[in-house]
Antibody, heavy 117, light 111 residues
Framework: EVQLVESGGGLVQPGGSLRLSCVGS????????MTWVRQAPGRGLEWVAN????????SYADSVKGRFTISRDNARKSLYVQMNSLRAEDTAVYYC??????????WGRGTMVTVSS | QSALTQPASVSGSPGQSITISCTGT?????????VSWYQHHPDKGPRLLIY???NRPSGVSNRFSGSKSGNTASLTISGLQAEDEADYYC???????????FGTGTKVTVL
């Protein structure tokens, strides 16, 4: 059974940093692109970033470019996002998802990030 | 990059069929057959229902079907059931610096 479990969320002050993690199981993690998607309170889903299976290619939404860095450790079956210079508008539930065939076929349950003083 | 446009809410009675539209532009929905649909229940991760416009992953009921015409994609739920009550989102690959754009989301209510 494919499972994705996010962790690392919490309360952080504006301008602060946070690193989220996502551990995958039940599939060959190193064979898949992976993605972060977020949902702000009361809002819709927003694509955040993608990373190729070997980590060699990364892409970001304009709203996080230059502040967020996506990475992965295939040996640990883990996906990460380092979030710097956090703003109130980054407050959201962050989901990791497996990316295949131009879609996101399995998702975690998410981890909440709150940016507030 | 603007979000794809979906109706805020759609409702139907059990057994009925409903259709959710997802309108974009020639840079996203109209330009690529890379539209997917997701069902999202509160406090759960979203679930993939349809990929590449009209393909169903294994395990997804054939009550869910997808189509596209021009810049508008559609998700149809037939034989509506109480468990279908959820939020639904479309997404599409897009040109430009943001690779994927989501729809605004549609709340489906089963009367």
């Amino acid at each position: 059974e494919v499972q994705l479990v996010e962790s690392g969320g919490g309360l952080v002050q504006p301008g602060g940093s946070l690193r989220l993690s996502c551990v995958g199981s039940g599939f060959i993690f190193s064979s898949y692109y992976m993605t972060w998607v977020r949902q702000a309170p009361g809002r819709g889903l927003e694509w955040v970033a993608n990373i190729k299976s070997d980590g060699s290619e990364k892409s970001y939404a304009d709203s996080v470019k230059g502040r967020f860095t996506i990475s992965r450790d295939n040996a640990r079956k883990s996906l990460y996002v380092q979030m710097n210079s956090l703003r109130a508008e980054d407050t959201a539930v962050y989901y990791c998802a497996r990316h295949v065939d131009w879609a996101f076929d399995f998702w975690g349950r998410g981890t909440m990030v709150t940016v507030s003083s | 990059q603007s979000a794809l446009t979906q109706p805020a809410s759609v409702s139907g009675s059990p057994g009925q069929s409903i259709t959710i539209s997802c309108t974009g532009t020639s840079s996203d929905v109209g330009g690529y057959n890379y539209v997917s649909w997701y069902q999202h229940h509160p406090d759960k991760g979203p679930r993939l229902l349809i990929y590449k416009v009209s393909n169903r992953p294994s395990g997804v009921s054939n009550r869910f079907s997808g189509s596209k015409s021009g810049n508008t994609a559609s998700l149809t739920i037939s034989g509506l059931q109480a468990e279908d009550e959820a939020d639904y989102y479309c997404t599409s690959f897009t040109t430009g610096s943001t690779y994927y754009v989501f729809g605004t989301g549609t709340k489906v209510t089963v009367l």
